[in-house]
């Protein structure tokens, strides 16, 4: 077995705040391996947001231990590990899409060339290669999170931390995005670590999914989805998919019920 991208093992983070201590996650252990693709979900607050940060370095764990790519996660920051997609696309409205793409590229130092190469790939690779002299306004709530993912792959990174991308676009949208990044997964093979509230969503996307718990945050199950690669939209209809499904639904109910 290779060794995992990411391994999380006992972490916990509390937050010292002014209404006393928030224990945001609690005995938190977890192997991603390299390529796959995990979901996390749970309820509001039980610290979804806080694992991905403490990935990218953006928050410090309290205690046990996290690793990204064998290091550090600072080292694995600045080793250029990840790209982050936030909830909200969050493009410059004064940059044209391409100009939004080519901004981590612009700080990280690529020469204007390969900004350039590199912008168009992506955009083509989101199916926005048309829009790349177009501002944020011009594009709908899915283009701009489209091109919020393009601008997260931009510099090729192996791993794609994305925090609850698509929770704000209607379900048809939402849908058709679903699929599209299923497939831009399959031609990519970036590990993915995925935020969301859906339980659909959850068994559609992913190869493993984590249910957390809130008060303290903590995983409560981890299912390896049984599901093929192949994923048609309709496949949410099968049998096996419902009891996925049904698996995720119990476990957010029984995390609840214990908090
Ligand atoms: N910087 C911070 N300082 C203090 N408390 C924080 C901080 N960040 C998060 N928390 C608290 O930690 C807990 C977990 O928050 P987190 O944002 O990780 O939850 P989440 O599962 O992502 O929630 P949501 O689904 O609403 O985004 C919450 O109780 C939150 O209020």
Known sequence: MPDPVIRADHLDLTFQTGDG???ALSDVS?????GEFVSFIGPSGCGKTTFLRCVAALEQPTGGTLTVNGMS????RQARAYGYVFQAAGLYPWRTIGENVTLPLEIMGYPR???QERMRRVLELVELDQFANKYPWQLSGGMQQRASIARALAFDAPILLMDEPFGALDEIVRDRLNEELLS???RTNKTTLFVTHSIPEAVYLSTKIVVMSPRPGRITDVIDSPLPAERPLDIRDTPEFLAVAHRVREGLREGMEAA
């Not at 977890?30 to 390299?34: G, H, I, K, P």
């Not at 996660?73 to 694995?76: G, S, V």
């Open 21 to 23: 201590p928030v224990h």
């Open 30 to 34: 977890l192997d991603v391996a390299e």
């Open 73 to 76: 996660p600072d080292a694995a």
């Open 113 to 115: 060339k390969e900004r």
């Open 184 to 186: 831009l997964w399959a």
